[in-house]
């Protein structure tokens, strides 16, 4: 099937962006389209009009200043997978990156992109909510700072407002001692979650654990696993947060599994998870 008809525009400023997306129609920003161009094909999209944002200036890239990591909204899947500054401030990141697709893939598609779409089977946008991230965006009025937490509002839904482009996702590199743990269920290599957790855990001293724990494919967003965290905060072991987690999760069931087999795979990955965080500092 091809791509229905619609018009096509490859601004060079953000500015002119703004511009296009004030104009009448469905306007769609096209920035690595590994998920837009698809649904173009198989005519799910039908915008008016197509901006290609892929010329933009200042949009991608990876820095750490003052303790924050900032990438561009442009940056490549790949780029963020190879990335020693990543790997050494952000190693959920880097631990996440390779279940993302394939590498033709994660050598086009955007870290931006992603987040944006808010595919609630997504890896990114878990690790963000695990990692507390700031979405920066921008409109022609300036530039406004969203939570991840109030980020994602629901099924590929976002606080995105019209006229207004995501930019940079910041994120503050961990404190000392933290830990990361990522792992996902799929029934192939490179497909969509099943299930998936990101965690990024403060650790103390004495080996206490402070976990975020960011589930993914179990809704219609990323969820963060609040009751269970306070049990494992406070010395609960892996039967407990287990029993617990059915008060943070109630997944539906889909075309992959029933509802109650995802909260058992999340339960299951709970388990391995807190398995090797409490065996491996480097987990």
Avoid at 2 to 21: G, H, I
Avoid at 47 to 59: A, H, K, M, T
Avoid at 262 to 273: E, Q, S
């Amino acid at each position: 099937m091809k791509a229905p008809d619609f018009a096509y525009a490859r601004p060079t400023v953000l500015s002119e962006v703004f511009d296009l997306l004030d104009g009448d129609g469905d306007v769609r920003l096209l920035a690595g389209g590994q998920s837009l161009v698809p649904s173009l094909n198989m005519r799910l999209s039908a915008p008016s009009l197509l901006v290609d944002i892929n010329r933009l200036p200042g949009l991608s890239g990876i820095e750490a200043r003052d303790g924050v990591v900032r990438i561009g909204a442009l940056t490549r899947h790949g780029e963020i997978a190879r990335s020693a500054l990543i790997a050494e401030r952000l190693p959920l990141l880097a631990m996440a990156a390779p279940h993302i697709a394939h590498a033709a893939i994660r050598n086009r598609g955007t870290f931006g992109g992603s987040i944006a779409l808010a595919d609630p089977a997504a890896e990114w946008p878990a690790c963000c909510l695990a990692l507390g991230a700031t979405m920066v965006v921008a409109s022609r009025a300036g530039e406004r700072r969203v939570a991840a937490g109030d980020f994602f509002t629901g099924l590929f839904a976002t606080a995105l407002r019209r006229g207004e482009v995501l930019v940079a996702i910041e994120i503050a590199s961990p404190p000392a001692g933290s830990v990361a743990h990522f792992s996902e269920l799929a029934r192939r290599r490179g497909d969509y979650a099943i299930v998936g957790l990101a965690a990024q855990v403060a650790r103390a001293e004495d080996g206490a654990m402070d976990p975020r724990l960011a589930f993914f494919g179990v809704g219609d967003r990323p969820v963060l696993a609040e009751a269970t965290r306070r049990v494992i905060a406070g010395g609960g072991g892996i039967a407990d947060a287990q029993a617990t987690l059915g008060r943070d999760l109630a997944p539906t069931g889909d075309a992959e599994c029933a509802g109650a087999t995802k909260l058992h795979l999340a339960r299951v990955l709970l388990g391995r998870a807190m398995a090797a965080l409490r065996t491996r500092g480097d987990a």
